[in-house]
């Protein structure tokens, strides 16, 4: 099986920009999740989607958003781009029904670099 | 909040020695104690996990020690080798449909 692929792997966005992060869970997968990796803070959890619904929410503001397609893909948008939203975000996709019945595999995940 | 805290940042040990992560939580509801181990370049991916209703668990190398009472649990590594020079996150994550949360993360570095 494929692994969970995101893209893009690399972008550069000036403040006040919005931008678009992609991701293709493992088949099968229904849940995906997103996080937000910075050297300061670790794993940061922004959203869970099911099935097309978002399950789960972290506390990141609203310019944070994301949805779920009926293929189980999923994007995340990042509206009104801030220096600080610079990091490293990861998608992560789970087989289970229930959340944190088994493992997460994330993918590579999709450097943001905001100037 | 910080809901997992771990210790230490970074960490360098010498080849064939243990090296010891520690994380505490203060959510009793949890019930899922992961480690991931991330590289350079890659995705973290799941190390090795354990529920509350053992108080140790290994696998190879990996071993995983929880202590309920105190709400801390701790990945040891032993005969540490160069390639498990990577990041250490700690997890926890309660019944149900709750995310997981990380630890911030703890940068090993293995050293000949």
């Known amino acids: 099986k494929a692994g969970v692929t995101q893209t893009p792997r690399y972008l550069i966005k000036t403040r006040g920009q919005q931008v678009t992060l992609s991701c293709s869970p493992i088949?099968?997968?229904?849940?995906v999740s997103w996080y937000q990796q910075t050297p300061g803070q670790g794993l940061q959890f922004l959203f869970e989607?099911?099935?097309?619904?978002?399950?789960n929410k972290g506390n990141f503001p609203g310019r944070f958003s994301g949805r779920q397609f009926s293929n189980s893909r999923s994007e995340m948008n990042v509206s009104t781009l801030e220096l600080g939203d610079s990091a490293l975000y990861l998608c992560?996709?789970?087989?289970?029904?229930?959340?944190?019945?088994?493992?997460?595999?994330f993918g590579e995940g999709s450097r943001l670099t905001v100037l | 909040q910080q809901q997992v805290k771990q210790s230490p940042q970074s960490l360098i040990v010498q080849k064939g020695g243990i090296s010891i992560i520690n994380c505490a939580y203060e959510n009793t509801a949890f019930d899922y104690f992961p480690w991931y181990q991330q590289f350079p370049g890659k995705g973290p991916a799941l190390l090795i996990a354990i529920r509350p209703d053992v108080s140790e668990k290994k696998e190879g190398r990996f071993t995983i020690s929880f202590n309920k009472s105190a709400k801390q649990f701790s990945l040891h590594i032993m005969d540490s080798q160069p390639g498990d020079s990577a990041t250490y996150f700690c997890?926890?994550?309660?019944?149900?449909?709750?995310?997981?949360?990380f630890g911030k993360g703890t940068r090993l570095s293995v050293i000949a």
């Open positions: 992560a996709s789970n087989e289970g029904e229930v959340a944190n019945t088994g493992e997460l595999f």
């Open positions: 989607y099911f099935s097309e619904t978002q399950r």
């Open positions: 997890a926890a994550s309660g019944m149900g449909n709750t995310p997981l949360v």
């Open positions: 088949s099968g997968h229904r849940s």
